[in-house]
């Protein structure tokens, strides 16, 4: 794989939009270079989308979906165009994981898993487009019949974040199409290469043009646009808290529903009675997958106290052994962080942590010649009003804390004002199913880390968001339900007295 990286070294990719069924740049033709965080060299030019080009996509998605020729079509008949790009996305695998390498510098492999993992996805929603349908009632009396209709809810506008580009829309764009939607769909300005790559698998799937546009560009103008448009009917967005409350104000506009996925400070909380050996590595995938750029990391450890000094020393040891090193080396776990501001915001995170009395366990601040490469780093003594115990950092790095009891464990848990997810390890299924319960996330992991699941859903309690993505519930999320009152038999009863 890496000879076809040199090749993308020595001529970059060029991508266009797709909008309306054709593939353009943007409206003055300039582009966004993107340089591989990993090697410091070019690898993408993406078009630099203006206000006007989003306003267009926008105009064909609006067209399209009040045209009503896919809003209305057969349900089969999107679950087989679907199927279609799911082959096309395993078919292309390889490239889209080496575009996907190259923008983010995450491993290879991981990346071919998610491409691979997208696909079931795609899949999955296209048996969801069979299987949506709405209700009836024959319970209001004789003569009135109840129907309630699951409409797709129209346009949506879908914006995404760097560090999984294909996942994220992926887990997004197909149940929005199944549903009968159509999409405007803006990725991230540092790795929109494999977002602008699947038009061309609509288009050949033979999707009607103007159901889905695809566009790069900035958060503002291209995001905004999508935010503050009045012929948007809903935003899935993915990504910072900040621009997430951005698009709740700019919701206001035209009340326009959104489903928001945002940061997270993801608890692992580990039992004494738990089988060390599994929840060492599970800690260790939940906080480093992904160099820790991962909304679902497993950021903080809350470790029953018994074991603490035993459980750290092990995960410090288990991290040496955890190869960082050039995307394209197989051996490599952990690749670069996404550029140079992000690596920034870790280091200062970790020496705020330092400053504020935490230890440094293994780790830390690398040298000046380790380029984007940031270890993964363990800091114990953490309280919970220490920023590294609050804030989330997107980073390799774990914030250790201890606690004495099951209670303590739960409270420490719900400390934070996210709730994405959380990890528990025990071999007690009453600790188990406590944690569970209490534990106030959209997702929980028991003895377990990361898997997924496309007929689960996901999404984020509190500030980590509102809306489900993924399984049933994730395709109902881009519907509306609508009432039909349906008088049966001869009218008698008038409102206008002898009329
Ligand atoms: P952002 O929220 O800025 O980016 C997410 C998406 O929103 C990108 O496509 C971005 O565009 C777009 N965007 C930016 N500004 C606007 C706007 N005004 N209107 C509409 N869309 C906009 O996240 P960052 O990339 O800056 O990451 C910052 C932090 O956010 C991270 O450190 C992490 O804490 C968190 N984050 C969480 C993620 C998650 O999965 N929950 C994912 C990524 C980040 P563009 O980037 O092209 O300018």
Redesign the pocket.
């Known amino acids: 794989m890496l000879d076809r990286a040199q090749r993308v070294f020595d001529a970059p990719n060029s991508f266009q939009n797709f909008i309306a069924g054709r593939f353009v740049g943007a409206e003055h033709g300039d582009t966004i270079p993107r340089e591989s965080p990993a090697h410091g060299k070019i690898v993408s030019y993406y078009p630099a989308s203006t206000r006007t080009d989003a306003k267009a996509a926008i105009t064909a998605a609006r067209e399209s979906f009040d045209a009503g020729t896919w809003a209305f079509s057969y349900g089969g008949d999107r679950a087989r165009l679907l199927q279609e790009v799911a082959r096309m996305i395993r078919r292309d695998a390889d490239e889209l994981a080496l575009v996907e390498a190259l923008e983010t510098s995450k491993p290879f492999e991981a990346a071919r898993g998610e491409i691979l993992f997208s696909a079931e996805l795609w899949d999955y929603a296209a048996g969801a487009a069979r299987a949506l349908h709405g209700d009836s009632l024959n319970t209001l009396g004789a003569s009135m019949l109840g129907l309630v209709l699951r409409e797709p809810i129209g346009v949506v506008g879908i914006?995404?974040?760097?560090?999984?580009p294909f996942l994220?829309l992926s887990e997004r764009l197909p149940f929005a199409l199944a549903a009968g939607c159509s999409a405007v769909v803006?990725?991230?300005?540092?790795t929109?290469g494999t977002a602008l790559m699947l038009g061309r698998y609509l288009k050949d799937a033979g999707l009607p043009d103007g159901v889905c546009n695809i566009l790069?560009?900035?958060?503002?103008p291209?995001?905004?646009t999508?935010?503050d448009s009045h012929d948007v009917d809903m935003v899935a967005?993915?990504?910072?808290?900040?621009?997430?409350r951005?698009?709740i104000a700019?919701s206001a506009g035209n009340i326009k529903k959104l489903s928001l996925?945002?940061?997270?400070k993801s608890p692992s909380v580990v039992f004494a009675d738990c089988d060390l050996d599994a929840a060492v590595d599970g800690v260790i995938k939940a906080a480093t997958v992904n160099m820790g750029?991962?909304?679902?990391a497993g950021s903080r450890l809350l470790v029953q106290a018994s074991i603490a000094d035993e459980f750290q020393n092990r995960i410090a040891q288990r991290l040496q052994q955890v190869q960082m090193g050039d995307p394209f080396d197989p051996a490599s776990r952990i690749g670069a962080i996404?550029n140079r501001?992000?690596f920034d915001?870790i280091a200062q995170m970790v020496r705020d942590g330092l400053a504020s009395g935490a230890r440094l366990v293994c780790g830390g601040e690398p040298g000046h010649n380790a380029g984007l490469f940031f270890p993964p780093t363990v800091l114990a003594d953490v309280t919970p009003d220490m920023r590294v115990a609050r804030e989330?950092?997107?980073g390799p790095v774990l914030s250790v804390m201890s606690f004495e009891r099951l209670e303590d464990a739960i409270r420490l848990a719900n400390d934070t004002e996210y709730g994405?997810a959380a990890y528990v390890w025990t071999n007690d299924l009453t600790k188990a199913l406590s944690c569970s319960r209490r534990i106030r996330a959209g997702r929980v992991w028991v003895n377990a880390a990361l898997e997924g699941y496309p007929e689960l859903p996901l999404g984020g309690f509190k500030q980590?968001?509102n809306g489900r993505e993924t399984g049933r519930y994730g395709i109902e999320e881009y519907t509306e339900l609508k009432s039909v009152h349906l008088k049966v038999g001869e009218q008698t009863e008038r409102w206008v007295e002898g009329a």
């Open positions: 914006i995404t974040p760097w560090n999984y994220i803006k990725p991230s300005e540092f929109s790069s560009g900035l958060g503002d291209v995001g905004q999508i935010l967005f993915t990504g910072s808290t900040r621009v997430g951005a698009a700019a996925e945002l940061g997270g750029e991962c909304c679902i996404i501001a992000q915001r989330e950092i997107f994405l980590s968001g």
